[in-house]
């Protein structure tokens, strides 16, 4: 039988992927199965150095008992354990401090999106306070370790209440903690349904389907509405179950490319849905992101604000890309699952869309698919 709608090209990526999938499991059961000799001799000298370190032990234990001297008899348990206590801690946390620094070239470029921009905010925020009580408690609890480790004839003085303190605590404590929580009701609630058209706002709505191991994108056509979809529509090449009987589902639109196109300024509502397993949609420099869960449709909406065009010139990298990428491990060549995303004007959008061909195409008759049939 003929394929009825001409998007081939998706099955295409889908089949290669999914041979792709197979080509990694069947090289991994091929590594598992083979005789690696490098590592086996690299665990026979671990299994060495386990046995020299309890023989070694076990050997100051021996003479010990016989020779009734202990060298470790005038030791300070106590004052040991606190010094290995302060050098775990303080390295932990210098640590801790050096990786912030040390990684920040890897941190996000600012946020492409308009709802991004408090989220970033807030996250500033959260983390300007909390790391340096982070630090500060840290530094207190080491300090507390040492003062009064045992063996030491300094003892905490002991309150048996002390109801001003506790409340001032309380206080302290809570202000903070309902900023945090009520921004974040407000913030957090952007990217979902917290954001509405302005009067000269322009929207669109798309629909970003997941499967193992691709994305698929769909866009409305002239109606500018997303057509009904079912699952059991599903099949041969209605790969996202179509409802061809409904208007607004012939015109819409499913480009072959891997990428997302998305218009600068305009309000985009992404639907998002799941043809197998759970993926996660993850637009990290829009500072959004959804899961895709079968049989549920999720939604999240987002305005971008930089093309990029302008976020290229804004980092000076001529080949930065805004990237969507699958954000839940889903399986084999869930590596596979990401796709470019293009911010570009209004115009430009309507040009490349016009460009692409809607997802239905009638079906010809019989006399004229028995003429044609060579050139479909
Ligand atoms: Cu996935």
Same mark, same amino acid.
């Given at each position: 039988?003929?394929?009825?709608?001409?998007?081939?090209?998706?099955?295409?990526?889908?089949?290669?992927?999914?041979?792709?999938?197979?080509?990694?499991?069947?090289?991994?059961?091929?590594?598992?199965?083979?005789?690696?000799?490098?590592?086996?001799?690299?665990?026979?000298?671990?299994?060495?150095?386990?046995?020299?370190?309890?023989?070694?032990?076990?050997?100051?234990?021996?003479?010990?008992?016989?020779?009734?001297?202990?060298?470790?008899?005038?030791?300070?348990?106590?004052?040991?354990?606190?010094?290995?206590?302060?050098?775990?801690?303080?390295?932990?946390?210098?640590?801790?401090?050096?990786?912030?620094?040390?990684?920040?070239?890897?941190?996000?470029?600012?946020?492409?999106?308009?709802?991004?921009?408090?989220?970033?905010?807030?996250?500033?925020?959260?983390?300007?306070?909390?790391?340096?009580?982070?630090?500060?408690?840290?530094?207190?609890?080491?300090?507390?370790?040492?003062?009064?480790?045992?063996?030491?004839?300094?003892?905490?003085?002991?309150?048996?209440?002390?109801?001003?303190?506790?409340?001032?605590?309380?206080?302290?404590?809570?202000?903070?903690?309902?900023?945090?929580?009520?921004?974040?009701?407000?913030?957090?609630?952007?990217?979902?349904?917290?954001?509405?058209?302005?009067?000269?706002?322009?929207?669109?709505?798309?629909?970003?389907?997941?499967?193992?191991?691709?994305?698929?994108?769909?866009?409305?056509?002239?109606?500018?509405?997303?057509?009904?979809?079912?699952?059991?529509?599903?099949?041969?090449?209605?790969?996202?179950?179509?409802?061809?009987?409904?208007?607004?589902?012939?015109?819409?639109?499913?480009?072959?490319?891997?990428?997302?196109?998305?218009?600068?300024?305009?309000?985009?509502?992404?639907?998002?849905?799941?043809?197998?397993?759970?993926?996660?949609?993850?637009?990290?420099?829009?500072?959004?992101?959804?899961?895709?869960?079968?049989?549920?449709? $999720?939604?999240? +909406?987002? /305005?971008?604000?930089? @093309?990029?065009? =302008?976020?290229? *010139?804004? #980092?000076?990298?001529?080949?930065?890309?805004?990237?969507?990428?699958?954000?839940?491990?889903?399986?084999?060549?869930?590596? $596979?699952?990401? +796709?470019? /995303?293009?911010?570009? @004007?209004?115009? =430009?959008?309507? *040009?490349? #869309?016009?460009?692409?061909?809607?997802?239905?195409?009638?079906?010809?008759?019989?006399?004229?698919?028995?003429?044609?049939?060579?050139?479909?």
């Amino acid at each position: 039988m003929k394929p009825m709608w001409g998007y081939s090209l998706w099955a295409q990526i889908g089949s290669a992927a999914r041979a792709r999938a197979e080509e990694l499991a069947l090289q991994q059961a091929m590594e598992a199965s083979s005789f690696d000799l490098s590592s086996f001799l690299w665990k026979l000298v671990w299994l060495e150095v386990v046995l020299i370190v309890f023989l070694s032990i076990r050997m100051v234990q021996v003479v010990v008992r016989a020779t009734g001297y202990d060298p470790f008899a005038q030791w300070d348990r106590d004052k040991a354990n606190m010094r290995i206590w302060m050098l775990i801690g303080l390295s932990g946390i210098l640590m801790a401090i050096w990786s912030a620094f040390h990684y920040a070239d890897l941190y996000l470029p600012e946020s492409a999106s308009a709802h991004g921009v408090h989220i970033d905010r807030l996250r500033n925020f959260t983390v300007g306070f909390t790391f340096p009580a982070f630090v500060l408690v840290h530094l207190l609890l080491f300090y507390m370790i040492w003062r009064y480790y045992n063996g030491r004839s300094l003892a905490a003085t002991y309150q048996e209440t002390n109801h001003s303190l506790e409340k001032a605590s309380l206080v302290a404590i809570s202000i903070p903690v309902f900023i945090i929580a009520g921004w974040g009701i407000y913030v957090w609630n952007l990217p979902i349904h917290g954001q509405s058209p302005t009067s000269e706002q322009r929207t669109l709505q798309i629909e970003v389907v997941a499967e193992q191991f691709q994305w698929r994108v769909r866009y409305p056509g002239a109606d500018g509405k997303l057509g009904r979809y079912h699952y059991k529509l599903i099949g041969g090449e209605n790969v996202l179950g179509l409802d061809f009987t409904d208007p607004e589902a012939q015109d819409d639109i499913l480009p072959s490319l891997k990428e997302i196109h998305l218009p600068v300024g305009a309000l985009v509502t992404i639907q998002v849905r799941s043809k197998d397993v759970l993926h996660s949609l993850f637009l990290p420099h829009f500072r959004t992101h959804i899961y895709a869960v079968p049989g549920q449709r $999720n939604q999240v +909406m987002l /305005v971008p604000t930089i @093309t990029t065009k =302008e976020m290229r *010139k804004k #980092l000076r990298n001529p080949n930065f890309d805004y990237e969507l990428a699958c954000n839940q491990l889903c399986g084999g060549a869930h590596y $596979n699952m990401r +796709m470019k /995303v293009i911010v570009e @004007t209004w115009e =430009e959008y309507q *040009k490349w #869309l016009s460009t692409q061909k809607p997802a239905y195409t009638p079906q010809p008759s019989i006399t004229k698919a028995s003429t044609n049939s060579k050139t479909i």
